[in-house]
């Protein structure tokens, strides 16, 4: 991705779940994103270009920490999102119809998201579930990718849906036969190869 996008990427080696749940990731993340900000000229990058990404759990983290730039007044370039994982609706369509038989299932997501959470206690604050977020007006243009054959499809897409409701920019795209964790699979399917290009061509757009 970096080759492609001409990007510099800087990954966050977080703090995980369970022995670390929320806040401790996200306040990893965020934390990382305001010392980047704060040492943009020694890392050689425009601090008015920087934009958060992730996928998967990784994806919710860059959501909430999008929301929160918002909140602080911080203002990224984009966010790109791939299979976000940001609401707890597990009665939505894809939870159901691809509950098993493609990797990841829908008793693995409500494990991870007990993990994470422990509890109930953060499950309206939007910073742990980003589709909580009562707005999400002013947060940074998003790039969203999906697999059909993912229990996290209609996160992705009820997500795309609700940033555009409140006038943020998106570009979105489903991967049609793939399942969750095709992108970073390049040596299993040329399709991860083809949605890199993508996400690429569409960072450069938004960070150039």
């Keep these: 991705l970096a080759n492609q996008s001409g990007a510099t ?10 022995e670390h749940p929320f806040p401790i990731p996200f306040d990893d993340c965020y934390s990382t994103l305001e010392w980047v ?9 425009d601090p008015h270009r920087i934009a958060v990404a992730g ?4 994806a919710n983290l860059a959501s909430g920490v999008a929301i929160k730039a918002r909140d602080n007044g911080i203002s990224l370039a984009c966010q790109l999102l791939v299979y976000p994982c940001n609401s707890r609706n597990f009665e ?13 299932t829908t008793q693995g997501m409500k494990w991870f998201w007990e993990a994470y959470l422990q509890g109930d206690a953060h ?4 910073y742990a579930v980003p589709a909580r977020a009562a707005s999400l007006t002013g947060v940074a243009p998003a790039i969203i990718i999906t697999a ?14 609700q940033l555009e409701k409140d006038g943020v920019v998106v570009t979105y795209s489903q991967f049609d036969g793939m399942v969750h964790g095709f992108f970073t699979n390049m040596a299993v399917t040329p399709t991860a190869a083809v949605a890199i290009d993508f996400v690429a061509d569409e960072l450069k757009k938004l960070i150039n």
Excluded: C, V
């Design 55 to 58: 996928d998967s759990a990784g």
């Design 92 to 104: 939505s369509a894809s939870y159901i119809q691809n509950a098993t038989g493609y990797g990841l």
């Design 123 to 126: 499950d309206h604050n939007p």
């Design 148 to 161: 059909e054959f993912d229990p996290l499809l209609s996160d992705g897409q009820e997500y795309a849906a």
């Design 9 to 18: 990427i800087i990954s966050i080696n977080y703090q995980k779940a369970p």
């Design 37 to 45: 900000i704060a040492n943009a000229s020694a890392l050689h990058i």
